[in-house]
């Protein structure tokens, strides 16, 4: 018989994954010492079939479809250390003969879970030959429906991490854990998703537990609580009940944490507890506050919970200075109120929103809180809470990891450092730069520091040196920031800068400054709108790569390749430097009918699609020469504005004409976008573009197929339209579309579909809207709609020239 296969070898590793193998292969070399046979098609272990390699210490065989294993089948694998059959369809009860685990003498960890699949209602006998495994240190293995484990399991006398992965209990009796062995100190139980009924004493036989996990399973927290009844007045060093509570159907779950939920793990000496994610509404001040043992916990996490610090906030950090060891706390995702909400007021059949008045919230903002010096990890984020901090000050603080991002309160603390401070890592993402720059001190420890998604462009538009309490900064993380410019002042020196992040932005050109940072190893400006990497750029790059490795991440850009980029392309082949991807990136190739390709594919094929540059070369010079014609024509046309329609007629022929080369088909020429109050407008604008100028227009109330989804409607007509205005009146706020219309446009614009943006204000003065077309301001015309007549006839002239 043929044993050929294409396992991969590496010296005494051998993968043979995804084989189709029906049996285990035979002619790999004696001596190795790692064999992976997942993800193939053995059924069966036969009678020595392994006993060729004596030398194994790691078997994995997960993934398979075995239904049995002979009892001669681990014969002469004395030295494994580590076998796995996860996934097959071992059964507990019948697929492992007695005599089966004799050979593995050394045998210290066994994973033989995800095997039972099916739920079946009868009580199960684990068969399972364990009591062979003197040496088991850690199992992992199905929990059944009636699990009924017999004495055998004692005799794993060294087991300390037992880990149930799939898991179809629904009741654990006083008696379900009677035969454990008594040396397991980590118990995990993280896949029940039938609701679990723990008796109280269930967890009695665990004499030496240290860590019981529950996190996932349908338990409910009281339940979890409660079972930890036998392990009062004891020391237990992680109790992790991470989403443990699951909402049921049609019913209640909130929960109320009171003293008589916490009346066992009162007396415990707990490290770490995690009682994140489970529905806790509200902490009654006297529960966990009231531990005994304040002084054993590290870690505290309460994330994902949406009970408010409110009235308990004072009483809460008092609780975190007692907790004299307390390194991390983590409260965050913490949704209890939005900021100014609306409610309904209702007087019969109507209703109106009302903005809620501020008095009551007014007073719950916190003057200060002083946090404990013992605390190293904070984690605040996503918080949005109608109260606040004003200040929050840290004396000879340890603390060295801050996260305080997307905090939504009424106010943003300012933050005091006195005496030393050690703070290395701080994350301000999701919060406006407005609000966070200059709540900090000179933080001089301060390695990293991320800002993503903080509306950074406000600004990077007019200010100077924004990081200067952050000078010995090495990695900065500006992503998701709409930043396409970057003044040289704006950044600073920060002279250590190792890392800099700029992806998800909006670049079109990389920002000179970037130069001056001698030390930068890592820059990632990924997902930006770049289309060719200059020539003096990547020499600077490759100048760096000669001093030290630089990394330098560039996918998902819209590059072109073209006869004037070719030099870009040869680059990412042949420089030093380590991009992302390899530097096989994809690429716009105008020449092929605007196809995408990547990189890699163009070089192989170079001449078929870069043959003809010389020729084209010329034929650049000839459209050069041909749009500075153009160019003359139209300056002349603004000079004697009478020749207006022959300019006219020939742009547009000439750029229909390019159109139909780019292959993009317009069904109007302009779509508008405007709000109630300015129909009058609207109706004199149509009048003008689409009577006098023949010009096809968009409108919603026309033009929209009555029905259909209206933010559908308005993608699919903006896509359709080749230049868009915005008809910007007071009631702009109010619209909500528009503002969907303009992160429509700005969308299609950076894809290069959408050709002009115009907008005309009416009544509203340009500042107010200044932040809304931030992004793509360069691109925008504005005309201030004027009063007087004659002022009105140059408005209509500058619209007419833009449109065309
Ligand atoms: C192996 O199993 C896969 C998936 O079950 C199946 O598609 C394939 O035909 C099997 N191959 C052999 C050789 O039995
Ligand atoms: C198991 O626990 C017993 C006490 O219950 C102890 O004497 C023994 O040393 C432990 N064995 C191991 C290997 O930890
Ligand atoms: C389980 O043990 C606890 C504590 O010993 C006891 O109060 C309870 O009645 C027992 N439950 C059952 C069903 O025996
Ligand atoms: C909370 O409990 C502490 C002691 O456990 C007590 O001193 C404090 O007054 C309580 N606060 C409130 C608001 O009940
Ligand atoms: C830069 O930030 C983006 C988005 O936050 C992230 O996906 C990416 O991994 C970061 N790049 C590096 C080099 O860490």
Known sequence: MCNAHTCVLNRTKAVCRHQELTRVP????????????????????????????????TLLMNDNILEFLHFDAFCGLSLLIELSLARNNLHVDRAYPNGLFKPLINLSELDISQNMKKNTNDS??????????????????????????????????????????????ELLTNKTFMNMPNNVSELFLNTCRHFVVIETNALFYFNNLNTLDFSGSNIHL??????????????????????????????????????????????MC???????????????????????????????LLSANRFSLDNFATDFFKFLHRAKQLKLVDYSYIPIAYNEPLFLDINGNNYRKVLGVDRYYGSKIIPFVRLPSHLEYVRFSHIMAATGMKEIVLANSSLRHLEISNFKTYVFPKFTFEGTNNLTYLDISGISAETTIGKFPVLQHLESLVMKNAQLYKLLWNNTNIFKWAPNLQSLDLSYNYIWRIQDATLGNLPYLRNLNLSHNMFNVIPKVLMTFKFLAYLDLSIN?????????????????????????LNKNPYICSCDTIDFLFWTSKTKVKLDRNGNYLCWIPIKNGKSRYMHNILKFFRDYFGECKAKMWLQIGTGLLSFTIC??????????????????????????????????????????????????LKLLSGVIEKDWGFKMCCQDRDFTVGAPSADERVKHIHCSRDIIFLVTPSFNDN??????????????????????????????????????ATIWQEVLFIEWPTEEEEKAKAWQKLKLWLF
């Not at 004495?151 to 300390?160: A, I, P, Q, S, T």
């Not at 709108?529 to 991440?553: A, C, G, H, M, S």
């Not at 528009?738 to 907008?759: G, M, P, S």
């Open 270 to 300: 707990v490290q770490t507890l995690d009682l994140s994610n489970n529905l806790i509404v509200k902490i009654v001040n006297e529960s966990l506050l009231s531990l005994d043992h304040p002084e054993c916990l590290q870690n505290l």
């Open 632 to 681: 003359a024509l139209l300056i002349s046309t603004l000079v004697y504005n009478f020749r207006w329609r022959i300019i006219f007629f020939f742009y547009r022929t000439f750029r229909r004409f390019v159109e139909r080369r780019l292959d993009v088909m317009f069904k109007y020429d302009v779509y508008v976008s405007y709000s109630d109050d300015c129909e009058a407008f």
């Open 529 to 553: 709108q770049l289309t060719n990497i200059p020539k003096y750029i990547r020499d600077w790059v490759d100048l760096q790569q000669e001093k030290r490795q630089f990394n330098f991440f």
């Open 26 to 57: 035979h002619d790999l070399p004696r001596i190795i010492i790692f064999l992976d046979i997942s993800y193939n098609n053995l059924t069966v272990i036969n009678s020595s079939e392994l006993s060729e390699y004596k030398s194994l210490q």
């Open 124 to 169: 199960t006998k684990y068969t399972i030959p364990v009591n062979e495994l003197k040496h088991l240190n850690k199992l992992t293995i199905d929990l059944v429906h009636q699990p009924h484990f017999g004495e055998h399991f004692r005799k794993m006398r060294e087991l300390e991490v037992l880990i149930f992965d799939f898991c179809f209990v």
């Open 736 to 773: 909500e579309w528009i503002h969907f219309e303009i992160e429509r446009a700005k969308y299609e614009k950076i894809t290069k579909y959408l050709q002009k943006i115009v907008v005309i204000t009416k009544g509203i003065s340009l500042a107010d809207i200044q932040s809304e077309f």
């Open 222 to 267: 009281s339940r979890a609580l409660n079972a930890l009844y036998p392990f009062q007045n004891r020391k237990i060093d992680n109790v992790l009940f991470r989403g443990i509570t699951y909402q049921e159907l049609g019913q209640d779950v909130d929960i109320v944490l009171t003293n008589d939920m916490i009346k066992y793990i009162k007396s």
